[in-house]
């Protein structure tokens, strides 16, 4: 899988915003940028992803560059909850349910009440 | 959504003892299955593949022979640590997907302690 670079920690206040950078400048154009988070003692848990358009669900935005080189996941109104370690990944087209994922080192993102 | 279901959340064991732990897909069949380990302030690391009807794939450095893996049915893959030691201590987390274009999902990890 091709490698991603992200932050190793942020720092967010409770219901501001948060934009979480992610660098794939390595990427494919079969990749698909996947996002996780792992919160404490827990398994990770799928959040999003996407190809090349900008992509929306209820737990979060991803905002994908132009040249794909990079993507941001946004959280739009922080919570204390929301306090995880965040996974970028790519993912081959057809890679997504039979390879395993490979997990970089994330950024872990603390809330500040 | 698609349910990964991990079993026992946590266990503690004497050394030289084997310990199971079970992962179900609980709203799908799933064909593969993935197992990680992730030491306290590391990241996860894939351990084996686990594949219905036939022999579980390690990772360089994972020994078949300590992890054992079975996946007898579509829907349960089972990781057996055998003659646990106290450096098998960590926190041992399955995966799987319904369909080879969807995410993978993961069970809520099992926390191993070995004494």
């Known amino acids: 899988d091709a490698k991603t670079t992200q932050p190793n920690s942020m720092e967010s206040n409770e219901e501001e915003p948060v934009h979480l950078p992610c660098n794939h400048s390595?990427?494919?154009?079969?990749?698909?940028i996947h996002w996780y988070r792992q919160l404490p003692s827990q398994g990770p848990e799928y959040v999003i992803h996407?190809?090349?358009s900008n992509v929306n669900n209820r737990m979060a935005s991803l905002a994908i560059a132009e040249d794909r080189k990079s993507s941001t996941l946004i959280l739009h109104r922080a919570t204390l909850r929301d306090a995880a370690v965040y996974y970028c990944?790519?993912?081959?087209?057809?890679?997504?349910?039979?390879?395993?994922?490979?997990f970089g080192s994330g950024t872990r993102l603390q809330v500040q009440p | 959504g698609a349910v990964v279901s991990q079993h026992p959340s946590w266990v503690i064991c004497k050394s030289g003892t084997s310990v199971k732990i079970e992962c179900r897909s609980l709203?799908?069949?799933?064909?593969?299955m993935f197992w990680y380990r992730q030491f306290p302030k590391q990241s996860l690391m894939l351990m084996a593949t686990s594949n219905e009807g036939s022999k579980a794939t390690y990772e360089q450095g994972v020994e078949k022979d300590k992890f054992l893996i079975n996946h007898a049915s579509l829907t349960l893959s089972t990781l057996t640590v055998t003659s646990a030691h106290p450096e098998d201590s960590s926190f041992y987390i399955c995966?799987?997907?319904?369909?080879?274009?969807?995410?993978?999902?993961f069970g809520n990890g099992t926390r191993l302690t070995v004494t």
């Open positions: 996407g190809l090349t």
């Open positions: 995966s799987a997907s319904p369909d080879p274009r969807s995410p993978l999902h």
């Open positions: 990944i790519l993912r081959g087209y057809m890679d997504t349910g039979r390879r395993a994922l490979t």
């Open positions: 709203d799908f069949q799933a064909t593969t």
């Open positions: 390595t990427i494919s154009g079969t990749d698909y």
